[in-house]
């Protein structure tokens, strides 16, 4: 299965480095800096992962979520966000988020996370 | 002694009262002897006073009617109006109008009606302009069981009849008897709910304040219809004083709710201000520190196929271990910012301290610090935020294992002291201690004797324990370790439900939120 994942953050560099990370790592990434992009690339890139931050111009994480969870209820969703408060943990594992990492992110434990994901989308 | 507690008229009363029986009684047994000679030698002798004497003792006791009759003779043509009654309750009426509580105005105005007009029963109803109904504000001779909740409202038979009858007392009998069967019953069953027998309006101007509902008199009050006007009067001035307690009770409630919302306002958004300036400096010192640990570690990872020089490999180990403690500071404000408004639920501590141990004991024991507890049986629920207790647990454990360093023990304990319903968390190390001068600072925010640490773990907990009412405090001997002891008050819903939970349910769930 080939591993498809898209970066959502509006800050360039963190798509960046992330996006080195995961294609050293054999994975096909695409990114997005705006929720409105993200949905556009759901559309046409069709990841199975998709890292998804909160603080957003245009349309926020948690709404990019809910479309998302709406129009393709398989593709698994791993909100990054750099706030970590209770509110949003529960907004956004309501929203039927998979995961809640806080910025810095620790790379070890990400890719543990995407990977299972992955994983668990091969296995069902 | 017996005079002097009296009213000058009451005594005055009495003797005439005694003089008129005295006399009649003469009469009576006057006119027996002239009929009956033969009775009167036979049975009382010769002595002319022995029976008119016994005669009025009869008058006395058996002749109650004969009493009552003269009494109202006694009132009615030689103290016209002017009765001890209505003379006191004229007092009552200016004393009512120094009194600006509702319910102590009430109380009086019904007791000393009560008790001057011998009634069996008298209650007062207030409008409560909010929920534009009349309520039973005082009650006398009603039963303790029966419920003084009576309350009539606007559409009520009765307040619909003082609306078209006006300031006029309603007398029951003959107002029913003016009504068709269905209104008759109606408006008796009003009368019924008051115990009533009148009820007097408490108009100022246009506008119905209250109710003065009377029940039956007893048979020896003296009452005649005359003193219907002097009621209407007396009713004026009760109503005045209604109005103006009502009127000082509504600036009382809005203030009050005034004073709350104020204080729920200011709280909120103060909490909020810093909530949200604890979010926004997250986000903006987050996404940075994202972005240097990041770089660093996406280096240090390539490291197994370019091999990295030793001292760049130091050094990005340091970057990111660094920017993980600059995260921790902003990570515990937005704790500390939100955790006011954190959901509470009943929670056991002893739940918390497995969870606790669970995520920081496998360092603790990597380090060969060995763990101990102790943790009373009985222990309640205790109604908090598990994130909050979390955070207070986990704090004084890593403090106690900070403290320790690589070798001894840390005992926890978890009990409840029932004389003073708290719980009492107790963590207790064999670690380096505290020196004496640091003891007091402990607590404060940014003290820390280690370099490497924020010093925040241990204020954060102290604002939280506080947030609960608790309390905290440190006890140490240098050298030979550390006790930390909390102490959570039981609210007294929540220990009371938990010994119930807890008896009917000895498993407790709690919500994990990882």
């Not at chain 1, 129009?71 to 995961?99: C, F, H, L, S, W």
């Not at chain 2, 006791?61 to 103290?79: C, G, S």
């Not at chain 2, 219809?225 to 009382?252: H, I, M, P, T």
Request: with cysteine; glycine share 6%.
């Amino acid at each position: 299965m080939k591993k498809k994942l898209l970066l959502v953050d509006d800050e360039v560099e963190i798509c960046e480095f992330l996006r080195s990370f995961f294609e050293d790592r054999d994975y096909n990434v695409a990114t997005a800096h705006s929720g409105v992009q993200a949905l556009d690339q759901v559309e046409k890139f069709g990841p199975n992962v998709v890292l998804l931050d909160i603080q957003m111009p245009e349309m926020d994480g948690l709404t990019a979520l809910r479309k998302i969870k709406e129009k393709y209820p398989k593709t698994k969703v791993i909100m990054v966000t750099a706030v970590e408060t209770q509110d949003r943990i529960e907004d956004a594992m309501r929203a039927g988020a998979d995961n809640y990492i806080t910025k810095p992110l620790s790379l070890e434990y990400l890719e543990k996370d995407v990977q299972e994901k992955i994983e668990s989308l091969a296995g069902a | 002694m017996f005079f002097y507690l009296r009213n000058p008229k009451t005594v005055l009363r009495k003797i005439l009262t005694g003089l008129i029986l005295f006399f009649l009684g003469a009469v009576t047994a006057y006119l027996t002897s002239l009929i009956l000679p033969w009775f009167v030698d036979a049975f009382w002798g010769s002595h002319p006073f022995t029976p008119i004497f016994i005669m009025t003792i009869i008058f006395l006791v058996a002749f109650k009617p004969i009493e009552r009759a003269v009494k109202w003779f006694l009132e009615k043509y030689f103290f016209h109006k002017k009765s001890y009654a209505q003379w006191t309750l004229t007092q009552l009426a200016e004393e009512l109008k120094t009194n600006l509580d509702l319910q102590e105005l009430s109380n009086l105005i019904v007791n000393t009606l009560g008790e001057i007009l011998h009634l069996k029963t008298v209650a007062i109803l207030a409008s409560d302009p909010l929920r534009g109904s009349f309520e039973v504000t005082s009650a006398f001779g009603w039963p303790l069981a029966s419920p003084r909740k009576v309350c009539l409202n606007e559409e009520s038979p009765l307040v619909k009849m003082i609306h078209r009858t006006g300031p006029h007392v309603l007398v029951r009998e003959p107002l029913l008897k003016t009504l068709t069967w269905q209104g008759a019953n109606d408006l008796a069953r009003d009368f019924d709910q008051l115990r009533a027998g009148w009820v007097i309006p408490l108009f100022v101007g246009d506008r119905l304040v209250g109710l003065l509902a009377l029940g039956a008199y007893s048979p020896d009050t003296i009452f005649d219809k005359g003193d219907f006007q002097f009621f209407r009067e007396f009713a004026g001035s009760v109503a005045v004083c209604l109005l103006n307690a009502q009127v000082v009770r509504g600036l009382k409630t809005e203030n009050f709710e005034l004073q709350d919302s104020q204080a729920e306002w200011f709280q909120k958004t103060k909490m909020s201000a810093i909530e949200r300036l604890a979010a926004g400096i997250a986000h903006e010192v987050h996404n940075p520190l994202a972005i240097i640990s990041g770089k660093a570690q996406v280096l240090l990872m390539q490291k197994n196929r370019t091999p990295l020089e030793p001292h760049i490999e130091d050094a990005l180990n340091v970057i990111v271990k660094q920017t993980r403690r600059a995260a921790d500071i902003t990570k515990k404000l937005l704790v500390y910012s939100q955790a006011s408004k954190a959901p509470r639920e009943r929670v056991s501590l002893e739940k918390v301290l497995d969870d606790t141990v669970a995520v920081a004991g496998y360092q603790a024991m990597h380090d060969k610090i060995e763990i101990t507890r102790a943790v009373d049986p009985d222990l309640p629920l205790f109604l908090g935020n598990v994130q909050e207790l979390r955070e207070v647990f986990l704090n004084l454990f890593l403090n106690a294992a900070e403290a320790i360093g690589s070798e001894g023990k840390i005992h926890i304990e978890l009990r409840r002291s029932p004389e003073d319903e708290v719980i009492e968390v107790r963590f207790s190390d064999s670690g380096k201690g505290i020196a004496p001068d640091d003891l007091e600072k402990v607590f404060n925010p940014f003290f820390t004797t280690r370099h490497d640490a924020v010093g925040l773990g241990l204020f954060v907990t102290q604002q939280i324990v506080h947030r609960y009412g608790g309390a905290i405090r440190a006890e140490s001997r240098p050298g030979e370790g550390s006790l930390f002891v909390v102490q959570l008050p039981l609210s007294k819903a929540s220990s009371r439900e938990a010994d119930e939970e807890s008896r009917q349910n000895d498993s407790v769930l709690i919500r994990n939120e990882g």
